[in-house]
Nanobody, 117 residues
Framework: QVQLVESGGGLVQAGGSLTLSCAAV?????????VAWYRQAPGKQRELVAS???????NSADSVNGRLAISRDAAQNAMLLQIDSLKPEDTAVYYC??????????WGQGTQVTVSS
């Protein structure tokens, strides 16, 4: 069984930056077909923040375009998400997701990010 363990969330002032990490246990992040970060704000549906395929194709939400970087760290066996110029509307629980196949698709437990104005 694969576990994805998130870290890096917390309270940040608007305009600041944050890096979230999602470490994989039981599988290699480098071999995942797609890694992605999602977020869910109170009262809203979970939405895609950014995704990255093994081939290097990246997709991101319009609301964070130009403010983020998604990457894989093979040495740490982790996926990373950095968001700059944080806004209060970035406040949400952030979830990592890694998919190796349709049946081998796992989620992290979620980490809270709160941006104060």
């Amino acid at each position: 069984q694969v576990q994805l363990v998130e870290s890096g969330g917390g309270l940040v002032q608007a305009g600041g930056s944050l890096t979230l990490s999602c470490a994989a246990v039981g599988a290699r992040i480098a071999s995942a077909a797609v890694v992605a970060w999602y977020r869910q704000a109170p009262g809203k549906q979970r939405e895609l923040v950014a995704s990255l395929t093994r081939g290097g194709e990246m997709n991101s939400a319009d609301s964070v375009n130009g403010r983020l970087a998604i990457s894989r760290d093979a040495a740490q066996n982790a996926m990373l998400l950095q968001i700059d110029s944080l806004k209060p509307e970035d406040t949400a629980v952030y979830y990592c997701n890694a998919k190796w196949s349709a049946e081998f698709d796992f989620w992290g437990q979620g980490t809270q990010v709160t941006v104060s104005s």
